[in-house]
């Protein structure tokens, strides 16, 4: 291969990762039949963690005071070695960062992490993170935020649900900007962290916990 070839593979290389999957369609039923690709714009992993993760850390944030936010310490992050929240969060960017790249990714760190307890009423407003890439992991939801009358409404109709939203572009034709998750225990959100997003208030008795964290990824 002469250097001009290798200039133009490695320039490809580099450019790859900038595109859109021209092979991930996504069929949607009905007449007639269509296959769905969506190849512009950021995407959002999903995982679950253990519960006995997720215990530990609600232990943890029972001994704070709350409602408010909270740091997560170095030796409750790192405990239970390949066990712990670290380590989780650290393997769950890391294939997020492949998938996306191409290649695993020479590191990943998790910069912060810290627990959010909110109550009724209470939203976070729309906002991204300082990072590379970020995520949210539930750990608590009060009992009505399956409440019907709020789900069946939309994050634009002024839904009072708990959900989390993500935001994307504006309202165009032929283009989807916004997406909604109803939170579940245990389930963890990795996401960009330039990624708009925006947690609902909600209805009714308890506290919303959450974690969030910032990840820093070293190509």
């Known amino acids: 291969m002469s250097d001009q ?10 450019l790859r990762k900038y595109e859109g999957d021209p092979q991930a369609f996504v069929p949607v039923e009905g007449a007639p039949a269509i296959d769905l690709l969506s190849p512009f714009g950021p995407t959002i992993a ?16 029972d001994t704070m005071q709350r409602p408010g936010e909270f740091l997560v310490p170095p030796d409750i992050l790192t405990a239970g ?17 492949e998938i996306h790249e191409g290649k695993k990714p020479a590191r990943v760190h998790v910069d912060v992490a810290w ?9 976070s407003p729309a906002h991204f993170h300082s990072c590379d890439v970020s995520g949210v992991l539930y750990l608590g939801l009060p009992p009505g935020i399956d409440d ?11 839904r009072k649900a708990g959900y989390i939203n993500f935001i994307h572009g ?12 109803r939170p579940s225990i245990g389930v963890l959100y ?17 506290e919303r916990r959450s974690l969030s964290f ?5 190509e």
């Open 148 to 158: 019907e009358a709020q789900t069946a409404r939309t994050y634009i109709s002024g």
């Open 170 to 181: 504006d309202r165009q034709r032929f283009s989807r900007s916004l997406v909604s998750f």
């Open 190 to 206: 990795v996401f960009p962290g330039w990624l708009l997003h925006v947690a609902e208030p909600f209805l009714g008795p308890g």
């Open 5 to 14: 070839e290798r200039r133009i593979a490695t320039k490809t290389r580099s």
């Open 46 to 61: 999903r995982t679950s963690v253990p519960q006995a993760l997720t215990d530990d850390l609600n232990r943890f944030a």
């Open 81 to 97: 070695g390949k066990a712990s929240l670290q380590h989780l969060i650290e393997t769950a960017v890391s294939r997020y960062a």
């Open 115 to 123: 627990i959010v307890c909110q109550p009724a009423e209470t939203s």
């Open 214 to 218: 910032n990840a820093i990824v070293g």
